[in-house]
C-alpha cells in the first residue's frame, strides 16, 4: 500500500474533519499531492492540490472552507474540512502526482490513488 486515507466518517452540517494521508516517501517526493472526492454518478472533482513547491490551489466550491497542508517530517498531507455542507458527501480521494514522461519533457501528472475515505454529511 502506498497511499494510506484516514479521518473519514459521519458528521452534521456545520461540523469538521480531517483527514490525513500518509504516502511513501518515493511518492511523497513527487510533483504535488492532491485531494479529490467523487459522488456515485458524478465525476471526480478536485479539491485541493499541493505542490512540492508549497503552491496550493482549491477547488471553487471549496470557498475557504477546506484548508490543505503537509508535514513533509512524515510524509502526510492534511485536509482540514471545517463548516461541512451536505452537498460535501462523497468519498475523498489522496492522489500523488509524479512527473512521466511528455513529448521531449515531462509533465506533472496524478498516477498513484488511495483508496479512498467516506465522508457523510
Known amino acids: 500500500v502506498q497511499l494510506v486515507e484516514s479521518g473519514g466518517g459521519s458528521v452534521q452540517p456545520g461540523g469538521s474533519l480531517k483527514l490525513s494521508c500518509v504516502a511513501s516517501?518515493?511518492?511523497?517526493?513527487?510533483?504535488?499531492m492532491r485531494w479529490y472526492r467523487q459522488v456515485p454518478g458524478k465525476e471526480r472533482e478536485l479539491v485541493s492540490s499541493?505542490?512540492?513547491?508549497?503552491?496550493?490551489m482549491y477547488g471553487d466550491f471549496v470557498r475557504g472552507r477546506f484548508t490543505t497542508s503537509q508535514d513533509t517530517t512524515v510524509n502526510t498531507v492534511y485536509l482540514q474540512m471545517d463548516n461541512l455542507h451536505t452537498d460535501d458527501t462523497a468519498v475523498y480521494y489522496c492522489?500523488?502526482?509524479?512527473?512521466?514522461?511528455?513529448?521531449?519533457?515531462?509533465?506533472?501528472?496524478?498516477?498513484?490513488w488511495g483508496q479512498g475515505t467516506q465522508v457523510t454529511v
Open positions: 492522489a500523488a502526482a509524479t512527473y512521466v514522461p511528455h513529448g521531449s519533457g515531462t509533465q506533472c501528472k496524478v498516477t498513484i
Open positions: 516517501r518515493i511518492i511523497y517526493d513527487g510533483c504535488k
Open positions: 499541493i505542490g512540492n513547491d508549497g503552491l496550493i
